[in-house]
T-cell receptor
Framework: NAGVTQTPKFQVLKTGQSMTLQCAQD?????MYWYRQDPGMGLRLIYY???????DKGEVPNGYNVSRLNKREFSLRLESAAPSQTSVYFC???????????FGSGTRLTVV | QQPVQSPQAVILREGEDAVINCSSS?????VHWYRQKHGEAPVFLMI?????EQKGHDKISASFNEKKQQSSLYLTASQLSYSGTYFC???????????????FGKGTSLLVTP
């Protein structure tokens, strides 16, 4: 009954450091998504993967890269972290098309 | 393009009703609704796919008017458990080859008091 699992749950980085946020789903979903959530801004799409082997930019892709490692896993990488990337990051997945999303529990990232 | 939600915040007494609106500047084919409690992940409530369609989830229902490019979420006889932030989501585009990425509104904060 895991659903969507994100690791780590919390992370503090220094400016310029790099890190990868991990996301895995066990529901055999085709599509996966990365969002960031900032106070008063709602959820903003960073990158998404409609199916294994494809990735596309969302609204706020700058400073991020993604990898759809296989059908289960979709990782988000920050190459050189900046304080503006302090946020809560959510991974989500859905089977495809017009199905609701299942969200992971989020990663709270602070860049100092 | 983010859909626009209104109001930004609502405070209700238990048992009162509320309406949350979501509108888009572009044609809509579907609308998602989610609820997020403080410190938790958003949870899917419902999706509306057709013009004028209404769906329900317990005492929470929604309508979708594709001609007006808007959707409304209705919370009837609100309960304490309804407190949270409600988000609507609309498709980034309709190209089936591009998946089904959603743009979310900024959210409506709902507080139900005893």
């Amino acid at each position: 009954n895991a659903g969507v699992t994100q690791t780590p749950k919390f992370q503090v980085l220094k400016t310029g450091q790099s890190m990868t946020l991990q996301c895995a789903q066990d529901m055999n979903h085709n599509s996966m998504y990365w969002y960031r959530q900032d106070p008063g801004m709602g959820l903003r799409l960073i990158y998404y993967s409609a199916s294994e082997g494809t990735t596309d930019k969302g609204e706020v892709p700058n400073g991020y890269n993604v990898s759809r490692l296989n059908k289960r896993e979709f990782s988000l990488r920050l190459e050189s972290a900046a304080p503006s990337q302090t946020s809560v990051y959510f991974c989500a997945s859905n089977p495809t098309g017009v199905y609701g999303y299942t969200f992971g529990s989020g990663t709270r990232l602070t860049v100092v | 393009q983010q859909p626009v939600q209104s109001p930004q915040a609502v405070i209700l007494r238990e048992g009162e009703d509320a309406v949350i609106n979501c509108s888009s500047s572009k044609a809509l084919y579907s609308v998602h609704w989610y609820r997020q409690k403080h410190g938790e992940a958003p949870v899917f409530l419902m999706i509306l796919l057709k013009g004028g369609e209404q769906k329900g989830h317990d005492k929470i229902s929604a309508s979708f008017n594709e001609k007006k490019q808007q959707s409304s979420l209705y919370l009837t006889a609100s309960q304490l458990s309804y407190s949270g932030t409600y988000f609507c989501g609309t498709p980034e585009n309709q190209n089936s080859n591009s998946g089904y990425a959603l743009n979310f509104g900024k959210g409506t904060s709902l507080l139900v008091t005893p």
